[in-house]
């Protein structure tokens, strides 16, 4: 295990005591020795903070990935910003429910995070407070935000009870646009 915890130790320090639940930090590596570190924080307001932290060790912001998850029935967004610190991959992921809608930029600690969070706004239509330019991206102004909420997972799509049902309804959508 104590090969696994490769990393900055006041970092993972720092972090997970942004992630009140037992179960929050997580840390794994791969088959080739490449270490990760997991961190559920709490809420997404301490994301700040959490990136305050890796940008302060010399940190730097790789990518982020948006997604829906679903517990008890409840549809959730989540987003997982993903670092890298010294060859160590650092996860920090936020759940945006009810209570906490929305996420806090980090853009005024990482400046490449803009496009990252622009492309969350306009594709997943998930609200990013504070952010110095919401402006598009790509998408035209006419289209939804959030429109790869709407898009169809592959392994439903090919499911054939469901197949038939989802061109009748496209279907019926484009007539009544006609």
């Not at 130790?9 to 990760?36: K, Q």
């Not at 940190?59 to 997982?80: F, G, H, K």
Request: glycine share 8%; net charge negative; proline share 6%.
């Amino acid at each position: 295990m104590q090969e696994i915890i490769k990393g900055n130790a006041a970092v993972i320090e720092g972090l997970s005591a942004l992630c009140p639940e037992a179960d929050a930090v997580h840390h794994s590596a791969d088959s080739f020795g490449n270490a990760f570190h997991w961190f559920r924080l709490g809420t997404p307001r301490t994301l700040p903070e959490a990136a305050g932290l890796l940008r302060d060790a010399g940190a730097r912001l790789c990518m982020t990935t948006a997604y829906n998850r679903r517990q008890l029935s409840e549809p959730m967004q989540e987003v997982c910003y993903h670092f890298e610190l010294e060859g160590v991959i650092y996860n920090l992921t936020v759940t945006l429910n009810g209570e906490w809608p929305t996420v806090p930029s980090i853009t005024p600690l990482f400046a490449n995070a803009d496009w990252h969070e622009r492309e969350m706004m306009e594709l997943y239509g998930i609200s990013v407070t504070g952010h110095p330019n919401p402006r598009r991206l790509f998408l035209d102004e006419e289209l939804d935000a959030g429109i790869l909420n709407e898009a169809v997972p592959l392994s439903i799509m090919m499911n054939g009870a469901c197949t038939t049902d989802l061109w009748e309804r496209i279907l019926k959508e484009k007539g009544a646009r006609s």
